[in-house]
């Protein structure tokens, strides 16, 4: 239970800096960090229960478009966290556009992985 909630601390961290960069993606939610934290919760859940399975899955998709499947399977879960968080809580993160998701996407995972390293996780 402990590394969920050091994993949900450090997406909660990389969405807040996805949010900070990119002017497409907007918190909702009064103040702001509630909004990210909500979208970075179920990030985190979604990456500890489906996503693996569904990379399996993919595999050979992935091999026939080296790769790219991965970002399209990556948008679909950052659009599920946020109708999730928003549906779920009223506050979460609006994702506007497939190209900016995926520069979220590549923001949120190097921020993520400075930040495990940092913290030792």
Same mark, same amino acid.
């Given at each position: 239970?402990?590394?969920?909630?050091?994993?949900?601390? %450090?997406? @909660?961290?990389?969405?807040? %800096?996805?949010?900070?960069?990119?002017?497409?993606?907007?918190?909702?939610?009064?103040?702001?960090?509630?909004? %990210?934290?909500?979208?970075?919760?179920?990030?985190?859940?979604?990456?500890?229960?489906?996503?693996?399975?569904?990379?399996?899955l993919a595999i050979p998709?992935?091999?026939? @478009?080296?790769?790219?499947?991965?970002?399209?399977?990556?948008?679909?879960?950052?659009?599920?966290?946020?109708?999730?968080?928003?549906?779920?809580?009223?506050?979460?993160?609006?994702?506007?556009?497939?190209?900016?998701?995926?520069?979220?996407?590549?923001?949120?995972?190097?921020?993520?992985?400075? %930040?495990?390293?940092?913290?030792?996780?």
């Amino acid at each position: 239970m402990t590394h969920f909630i050091s994993r949900w601390l %450090v997406l @909660t961290i990389a969405a807040a %800096v996805m949010v900070a960069l990119l002017p497409s993606m907007q918190p909702i939610g009064d103040p702001p960090i509630f909004g %990210v934290a909500a979208f970075a919760l179920f990030m985190a859940l979604i990456n500890a229960s489906i996503k693996p399975i569904i990379q399996i899955l993919a595999i050979p998709l992935s091999l026939l @478009t080296f790769g790219l499947s991965a970002l399209i399977i990556n948008w679909m879960f950052m659009r599920l966290a946020s109708w999730l968080a928003v549906a779920t809580f009223g506050v979460g993160v609006t994702i506007n556009g497939f190209g900016q998701a995926m520069l979220g996407s590549l923001i949120m995972t190097i921020v993520a992985g400075i %930040v495990s390293f940092i913290i030792g996780e």
